[in-house]
């Protein structure tokens, strides 16, 4: 199984930073890597598919980049409504595997 | 827009079989784009894909959980089914239905919201 590593596993922030999140894949994945931000108690949802695609009805703020091995998400200007998990997930080939999350918390 | 909403038992028995549906709302099962399938995550652990299915048949599954796992459609009612058998403690989690393109790339979209179901005797 191709192994997903993200970094950090947690980090505080405030309104308006701009925060980056990593993920590093353990083979190459191409630009099979999608990015997904989770609530609690919601369902979660896709931000960026092809790993800089962005989903339809998603703020520009969020942007993906990388390709092979090593990802990131960033976003720019973080708003309330930001604050949640960020999980991503290769679709290079299957089992389809996940990162084990970045929590996003108010600093 | 298309909703998925899970529905089961909450708590399920070691050793017996966990059994959730997944209700579908506009939109079809019988997408010829999609499959549909699958995700759970155990408490402090990572999201699992378990498995995905075409509505006509074509069906896929983790390694790790193959043996005992059922996934089915019932086109009528528009659902989609999962069957895990002879569960432990680490099958308790949140379990999410899913759908993702057929072709292309294989990102998952949209999700239910999740049952938490609980193995416990």
């Known amino acids: 199984d191709i192994q997903m590593t993200q970094s950090p596993s947690s980090l505080s922030a405030s309104v308006g930073d701009r925060v980056t999140i990593t993920c590093r894949a353990s083979?190459?994945?191409?630009?099979?890597l999608n990015w997904y931000q989770h609530k609690p108690g919601e369902a979660p949802e896709l931000l960026i598919y092809?790993?800089?695609s962005l989903q339809g009805g998603v703020p520009s703020r969020f942007i993906g980049s990388g390709s092979g091995t090593d990802f990131t998400l960033t976003i720019s200007g973080l708003q309330p409504e930001d604050f949640a998990t960020y999980y991503c997930q290769q679709s290079f080939t299957t089992p389809w595997t996940f990162g084990q999350g970045t929590k996003v918390e108010v600093k | 827009q298309l909703q998925l909403q899970e529905s089961g038992p909450r708590v399920v028995k070691p050793s017996e079989t966990l059994s959730l549906t997944c209700s579908v709302s506009g939109g079809s099962i019988t997408s010829t784009n999609h499959y549909w399938g699958w995700i759970r995550q155990p408490p402090g652990k990572r999201l699992e894909w378990i498995g995905s299915?075409?509505?006509?048949?074509?069906?896929h599954f983790n390694p790790s959980l193959e043996s005992r796992v059922t996934i089915s459609v019932d086109t009528s009612k528009n659902q989609l089914s999962l069957k895990l058998r002879s569960v432990t403690a680490a099958d308790t989690g949140v379990y999410h239905c899913?759908?993702?393109?057929?072709?292309?790339?294989?990102?998952?979209?949209?999700w239910g919201q999740g049952i938490l179901v609980i193995v416990s005797s």
């Open positions: 299915m075409y509505y006509s048949g074509s069906r």
């Open positions: 083979q190459d994945i191409s630009s099979y």
């Open positions: 899913v759908r993702r393109l057929r072709l292309g790339d294989n990102y998952f979209d949209p």
């Open positions: 092809a790993a800089s």
